[in-house]
C-alpha cells in the first residue's frame, strides 16, 4: 500500500489555521482567499482520510488526529526551509534595507534575522528603527520592506498579526491620586500617542507630555521610576511594567494591525527576507517574546480583547 505524500503547501495552511484558529486569518497571513485556504484544508484531510479540524461559527479547533500532525507538519515545513536555504544560499546575495518600529526591532525581528541570516549568508541586512509613517513614502527609495504599524482593518500591505494598544505604568505606582498624568510618550507621528491625547481628552482626564522619546528602552525606564505612564503593544509588553486599565481611570484604546510592506521591485534576496518575516509571523517560527507573549514568551503573559503608525 502506497502511503500519501504531504504536500508542504497543504502542511503550511494547515499549520496557520491551526496557529491563527481561523480559516479568516489565516487567509489573511498566508495572503490566500479563505475559500483558498479551505480547500486545502480538505485536499489534506482527504489525503490523510482523517478529520483535522473541529469548525464551529466561533473558533476552529484541532482535532485529535490535528493535535498529532501539527508537530509533524512544523518540522516538515523547517526542514522543506532549511533545505531551501542551504541550496539557494550560493545562488542569492545582495543587499536588503529594512525599516521597522524600535519594539519590534529590540523584541521580534531579531530572531527572523538571525534565522534568515543562517540559510542565507550572502545577503546582507541594513535595519532601520524609528517611526514607520515617515518611512513608507519612501519605500522602493530608502527601503526595501517596511513593518510597519496602522489603525486595525488597513487594507495596505501584508497583515502579519493584531496588537491591543496598552497603558503601561509603574508597578509600585498608583495614578489614582494624580490630577494630572504626566505622559511619556513617542515623537508626532506615531498612532498610539495621537490615541492616547485623543482616548484622555475625550474622557476629559487632564494629561501632560513629560517625556518624549524615539527609543523604547527610555520611555520604559522614565515609566519604571513612576515619573510617566505610556502605551505599548501588548505583544511586546515590558516586564517590569505594570498594564494599566479602566480600573485605573484610563480609557480602552483601539487595536493596531502590524503589516509587511513590499517595494514595488524587489530584489530576490529582498523578496526571500520578506517571505521568511511573513512565515515567521504566520507560524511562530521566531522564540521572541514579541510574538509568543500571548502564550509562552519571555515577557508578561498579557490576554487583551479584540485581538501613529511607528
Avoid at 518540522?75 to 542551504?86: M, P, Q, Y
Avoid at 495621537?194 to 524615539?214: I, M, P, Q, Y
Wanted: glycine letters at 8%.
Amino acid at each position: 500500500m502506497t502511503l500519501p505524500v504531504l504536500d508542504p503547501d497543504l502542511l503550511k495552511a494547515f499549520v496557520a489555521v491551526a496557529d491563527c484558529r481561523s480559516f479568516t486569518r489565516a487567509a489573511a497571513a498566508l495572503n490566500r482567499t479563505q475559500s483558498a485556504v479551505s480547500m486545502q484544508i480538505k485536499r489534506l484531510e482527504d489525503r490523510l482520510q482523517v478529520e483535522l479540524l473541529h469548525r464551529t461559527k466561533v473558533t476552529v479547533e484541532l482535532s485529535a488526529a490535528g493535535e498529532n500532525l501539527l508537530g509533524y507538519a512544523r518540522r516538515i515545513l523547517s526542514l522543506n526551509d532549511e533545505a531551501v536555504g542551504h541550496l539557494r544560499e550560493h545562488a542569492v546575495e545582495g543587499s536588503v534595507r529594512l525599516g521597522v518600529m524600535d519594539d519590534y526591532a529590540a523584541l521580534v525581528v531579531p530572531p527572523l534575522l538571525a534565522s534568515f541570516a543562517a540559510g542565507h549568508p550572502r545577503v546582507r541586512i541594513e535595519m532601520e528603527t524609528g517611526l514607520t509613517a515617515a518611512m513608507l513614502p519612501r519605500l522602493g527609495e530608502v527601503y526595501d520592506l517596511v513593518i510597519a504599524m496602522h489603525p486595525e482593518g488597513g487594507a495596505d500591505g501584508q497583515f502579519l498579526r493584531r496588537e491591543q494598544a496598552v497603558w503601561a505604568g509603574a508597578p509600585d505606582r498608583s495614578i489614582a491620586e494624580l490630577d494630572v498624568l504626566p505622559l511619556a510618550l513617542y515623537p508626532q507621528g506615531c498612532l498610539f500617542r495621537k490615541w492616547a491625547v485623543e482616548a484622555l481628552g475625550t474622557l476629559g482626564r487632564s494629561w501632560r507630555l513629560a517625556f518624549v522619546s524615539h527609543s523604547l528602552a527610555v520611555v520604559e525606564a522614565l515609566v519604571a521610576q513612576g515619573l510617566a505612564i505610556t502605551v505599548v503593544k501588548a505583544g511586546t509588553f515590558p516586564p517590569r511594567l505594570r498594564p494599566l486599565s479602566e480600573r485605573d481611570g484610563l480609557p480602552v484604546l483601539p487595536a493596531a494591525d502590524i503589516r509587511l510592506h513590499r517595494a514595488g521591485m524587489l530584489s530576490p534576496a529582498g523578496a526571500l527576507l520578506a517571505d521568511h518575516v511573513a512565515a515567521g509571523f504566520a507560524f511562530g517560527s521566531s522564540q521572541s517574546p514579541g510574538l509568543l507573549a500571548r502564550g509562552q514568551g519571555g515577557g508578561q503573559h498579557l490576554e487583551f480583547r479584540p485581538e501613529d503608525r511607528r
